[in-house]
């Protein structure tokens, strides 16, 4: 059986599209999780649940097992909500400020798209201390292609299932994660695990 040793990744962003892979199997048996390869082949993120199959909390970690993001299921909430959390965000007066907080699109906007299709979901993205932008998710209501836009309707992240170079479709839990250019990576790993 082949070993997998993780080699460290120097950024979480790069200046052009980059494709991965995400195989929603853990790397360790008897847990629940997903790995996240490039297209070396090397672990970029890793997701494991020791505990839980279905839980409030997920930890994303690079290939050495550092926490990057931290995801946060709000239990008493109107509307399902999640937030994330960096392992370097900046607390004031004792509280930490999420990164991105994802919530379940309501309303006309929800209705049309559930019309075409697709699940909708809006998700805020703390750029820094003043500055907030809005991603929309698009879940197809088959579950085989996910999208990820930005306020203009620009194309940040596209999840899909995987397809060989002669054509062979892969299983459900092996999919392709298109990640435009100067888009953190971690970030979109963050809001596909809450999709």
């Known amino acids: 059986m082949a070993k997998v040793h993780p080699q460290l990744v120097s950024s979480c962003t790069s200046s052009k599209q980059e494709v991965f892979t995400l195989w929603m199997k853990s790397l360790i048996m008897s847990t629940n999780g997903c790995a996240v390869f490039d297209s070396n082949g090397c672990i970029v993120f890793r997701?494991?649940?020791?505990?839980?199959?279905?839980?409030?909390?997920i930890c994303i970690m690079d290939a050495t097992g550092k926490v990057l993001l931290t995801i946060l299921k709000k239990k008493f909430s109107l509307f399902k909500t999640w937030e994330g959390y960096r392992s370097t965000t900046s607390t004031e007066g004792g509280k930490k400020k999420p990164v991105f907080q994802v919530r379940k699109l309501m309303g006309i906007r929800a209705f049309l798209g559930y019309l075409r299709g697709y699940s909708i979901c809006k998700a805020l993205i703390r750029v820094d201390e003043d500055k907030v932008c809005e991603y929309r998710m698009e879940?197809?209501?088959?579950?085989?292609?996910?999208?990820?836009?930005?306020?203009?309707?620009?194309?940040?992240?596209?999840?899909?299932?995987?397809?060989?170079?002669?054509?062979?479709?892969?299983?459900?839990?092996?999919?392709?994660?298109?990640?435009?250019?100067?888009?953190?990576?971690?970030?979109v790993m963050g809001l596909v695990l809450v999709m």
């Open 47 to 57: 997701v494991d649940n020791y505990s839980h199959r279905c839980t409030t909390q």
């Open 139 to 187: 879940i197809k209501s088959c579950k085989q292609s996910w999208r990820i836009v930005d306020a203009f309707g620009g194309l940040v992240a596209e999840v899909k299932r995987k397809i060989t170079r002669s054509g062979v479709v892969l299983g459900e839990d092996v999919l392709t994660m298109v990640v435009e250019p100067h888009i953190d990576h971690s970030l």
